[in-house]
C-alpha cells in the first residue's frame, strides 16, 4: 500500500507539470485489480514495471487506482518475486473511465480478463452484470429465486452486459444454463438506486477455494475535494501573528529603552 | 393437469473445509385436488397422497448478503468533542463534494455508501466559517486508533481512524475518497493549510476510519 500510494504520488507529481487538474479527477482513468485465480498464489501487480499492489490474494478486488489516460503493462508476480512474471497484459485506457482487470482461470491457464466499468448511474436503478470466472463450473444461468434468467448462458471467462434493475433487496439463483435447480443461492443481494454492480462467480465448484460470488460496486460518482473554509479562522490566525508581532515589537522597543537607561545611568 | 407441490426440508451441517455434510433431505410429495373445468362431467374427485419418496440429497448452498444499512443522521466524535447533525449533499456547481450552509453540521456524500455499506462512507464539513471556528476545527487533532460513531436513532456504527493525511488541494486521493472500494470506510474532510480570499483554503485534511462493528 505504501508503494502504491508513492506509486500514485509519483505519478501525480509527474503529471502535475504537463496535465492541468481537474477538480473532480476525471481526467484519470481509473483501475482495478480482481484475483480470481483459485490456485495462483498471493501476488504483486506492476503497471509499467512499478509495484502498484501488494499481496494480493485470491478473492481480493482492490480500490481503484487512478492512473493518467495511456497504455500501460500489466504484469502479474507472485508476492515478493521480483523475477517470475505470472501472467502480462496490455491495457489501454481512457480518461474518465473506470476498469476491471481480473487474473483469472488456474494458474496452469491463467490469463487476464479486462473489463470496462459502468459508472453512468440512474437514480433508483441498479445496474448489474455477472462475470463467470470459475474455471470448473458449468455455463450458468442467474435469475431471481423461482424466476426466469436475466443473465443466461454464462460460460467460465463470460462477463455479461449490464441490465437494469429496480433498487431493491433481491433473493437471486446461481442455475445451470438451462436447469431449474440451483448452484448457489444468492439471498438478500441489497441494490442501492444510483449504483451499479458486478457479481463475479469465483472459485471452484469441485474443491477449495469454494464456488462464491463476490458482490462489487462499480465505478463511483466523483468529485472535487469539498470547499470546507470561509477564512474566519485564517483572518483570525493573521490577525493573531499581528497583534502577536506588535506585541514583541512593543517589548523588543521596551528593552531597547530600558537598556539606554541602563547605559546611560 | 394435477399440482404437484413439493415440500421439502434439508439438515445441513457446514464446514469450510470439509465437504459439505448431508444429513438428509426428506421430500413428500403430494398431489393437489385436481381442479376440473366448470362444465367437466361430474365425477368424483379424488384426493391422493403419493407414497413419501425420499429423493437424492440436494444441497443448496447458500450466500447472504444481508447488510443493515442506514443515512446517517448524526456523528459522534468524543475525543475532539464533536457531537453533529449530518445532512445529505450532492455536488457543487464546480463538481465538488458539497458542505452544509450551516458550518455546525455535517455533509453526507449521498452518492457514496451508507453507514454499514460496503465502500466509502464520506463526510464533509467546515473549518471554519467567516468568524471563527467551525464543527470540524479540530479534526486534524484525531489520532490513530480513537473512536467515531454514526447513527440514526439507535442504529449506530462505530469506526476507528486508521489515518489523519493533510494533502494539497491538486493531491488529494479523490479515487481512495469517491471510487468503489470493497472495504467499509469512512471518510472525513475539512480545510487546512493557507487561506487564499479568491481560491479558499490550499489544503485539505482526510481522515480515514475503518468499521470496527
Known sequence: ?265 | MGRQQLASTSFVVRNKTLKLLFIGTLSFLTIAPVVDAPDADAKLTTVGFADPLVLAATEIDRQSFRVDTFIPKRLKIPSIDINAVIQPVRKDRLGRMDTPTKTDEVGWYQYGAKAGETGNVVLSGHLDDLRGPAIFANLGDLRLGESVTLQRGKKIIAYKVVSVERYRLEDVPLASIFAATQAQRLQLITCAGPYDPELGYEDRIVVTAIATT
Open chain 1, 1 to 265: 500500500m505504501k508503494k502504491l500510494m508513492s506509486l500514485l504520488g509519483t505519478l501525480a507529481l509527474a503529471f502535475a507539470l504537463i496535465v492541468p487538474v481537474s477538480a473532480d479527477g476525471h481526467d484519470k482513468a481509473m483501475v482495478r485489480v480482481l484475483h480470481a485465480s483459485p490456485d495462483a498464489p498471493a501476488v504483486d501487480v506492476y503497471v509499467n514495471e512499478e509495484v502498484a499492489v501488494e499481496g494480493a490474494e485470491f478473492k481480493a478486488l482492490t480500490d481503484y487506482l487512478s492512473l493518467p489516460a495511456g497504455d500501460y503493462n500489466v504484469e502479474i508476480k507472485p508476492a515478493g518475486d521480483t523475477e517470475t512474471v505470472v501472467v502480462a497484459a496490455d491495457l489501454s485506457i481512457e480518461a474518465g473511465k473506470f476498469y476491471t482487470a481480473a487474473a483469472i482461470g488456474q494458474l496452469d491457464n491463467i490469463e487476464i480478463a479486462a473489463m470496462e466499468d459502468d459508472a453512468n448511474f440512474e437514480d433508483g436503478k441498479s445496474k448489474v452484470r455477472v462475470a463467470h470466472f470459475s474455471p470448473d463450473a458449468p455455463a450458468v444461468d442467474v435469475a431471481p429465486k423461482g424466476g426466469d434468467p436475466l443473465f443466461s448462458n454464462l460460460e467460465f471467462k463470460a462477463v455479461s452486459d449490464y441490465g437494469t434493475l429496480d433498487a431493491g433487496t433481491y433473493d437471486l439463483e446461481v442455475r445451470p444454463a438451462g436447469a431449474t435447480d440451483v448452484v448457489k443461492a444468492l439471498d438478500g443481494v441489497a441494490l442501492e438506486g444510483g449504483k451499479n454492480y458486478t457479481a463475479f462467480a469465483i472459485g471452484l465448484l469441485e474443491g477449495e477455494p469454494a464456488f462464491e460470488v463476490l458482490l462489487a460496486t462499480d465505478g463511483g460518482e466523483m468529485a472535487g475535494a469539498p470547499a470546507t473554509g470561509q477564512g474566519g479562522l485564517a483572518q483570525t490566525a493573521s490577525m493573531n501573528w499581528l497583534l502577536a508581532a506588535a506585541v514583541l515589537g512593543a517589548a523588543a522597543a521596551g528593552f531597547y529603552v530600558f537598556r539606554r537607561q541602563k547605559q546611560d545611568a
